[in-house]
């Protein structure tokens, strides 16, 4: 079971910037895509943006432009750069790992981490 561990997440006013970081348990080869997800206080949880073992991303419409997603194979860590943040992105922001074992496709999770913008 791969296992995934979030960091980077604070409180920021609207404008700045923040990189939010998830570390995975296992060589990040064996696992096909990745994802940042967010869900804010009485929302869904919804993908923010996706990255293939391609290389192929994608992003939520509110977030194109302003945030970048990415993976370090070196250090088994996916990133997401956030920029020019705005207080609509407040909310625990999750990461999400799919990949197979044994003929099975698998979902992990990060715990989470919580990011507030204040206007």
């Known amino acids: 079971q791969v296992q995934l561990v979030e960091s980077g997440g604070g409180l920021v006013e609207a404008g700045g910037s923040l990189r939010l970081s998830c570390a995975a348990s296992e060589n990040m080869f064996s696992i096909n895509t990745m994802g940042w997800y967010r869900q804010a206080p009485g929302k869904q949880r919804d993908m923010v943006a996706a990255?293939?073992?391609?290389?192929?991303?994608n992003y939520a419409d509110s977030v194109k432009g302003r945030f970048t997603i990415s993976r370090d194979y070196a250090k088994n860590t996916l990133f997401l750069q956030m920029n020019s943040l705005k207080p609509e992105d407040t909310a625990v922001y999750y990461c999400n790992a799919q990949y197979r074992r044994s003929g099975r496709s698998l979902d992990a999770w990060g715990q989470g981490t919580l990011v507030t913008v204040s206007s």
């Open positions: 990255i293939t073992s391609g290389g192929r991303t």
